[in-house]
């Protein structure tokens, strides 16, 4: 299978930046969309931001002009750029992505998520 491991999490004042990284690794044939969630105490998960491999964007309406999401297709990697955090962006932020990998069967899709990586913003 194909697994993802975020990395960039922590505890940032308000107004302050942190920079998510999600690298993706195994028998990776393609991905195609890579994808930032995130899920708050007592909340449903999110979608956060959302990049096509043509690196087409999407973002929740409650992010838009602070988040930027990005990814690196040679290094099977996306990036979630956070700017002007909220106390309200606390939450575990998950990676997602899904494409094709070589299983012992031939070209198989998968869907995988990460462990998640907390995010905290004091005020």
């Known amino acids: 299978q194909v697994q993802l491991v975020e990395s960039g999490g922590g505890l940032v004042q308000a107004g302050g930046s942190l920079r998510l990284s999600c690298a993706a690794s195994?028998?990776?044939?393609?991905?195609?969309?890579m994808a930032w969630y995130r899920q708050a105490p007592g909340k449903q998960r999110e979608l956060v931001a959302h990049?096509?491999?043509?690196?087409?964007?999407n973002y929740a309406d409650s992010v838009k002009g602070r988040f930027t999401i990005s990814r690196d297709n040679a290094k099977n990697t996306v990036y979630l750029q956070m700017n002007s955090l909220k106390p309200e962006d606390t939450a575990v932020y998950y990676c997602?992505?899904?494409?094709?990998?070589?299983?012992?069967?031939?070209?198989?899709?998968?869907?995988?998520w990460g462990q998640g990586t907390q995010v905290t913003v004091s005020s």
């Open positions: 990049i096509t491999t043509g690196a087409t964007t």
């Open positions: 997602n992505a899904d494409g094709t990998y070589l299983s012992g069967r031939g070209p198989s899709t998968f869907g995988s």
């Open positions: 195994g028998r990776i044939f393609s991905i195609n969309a």
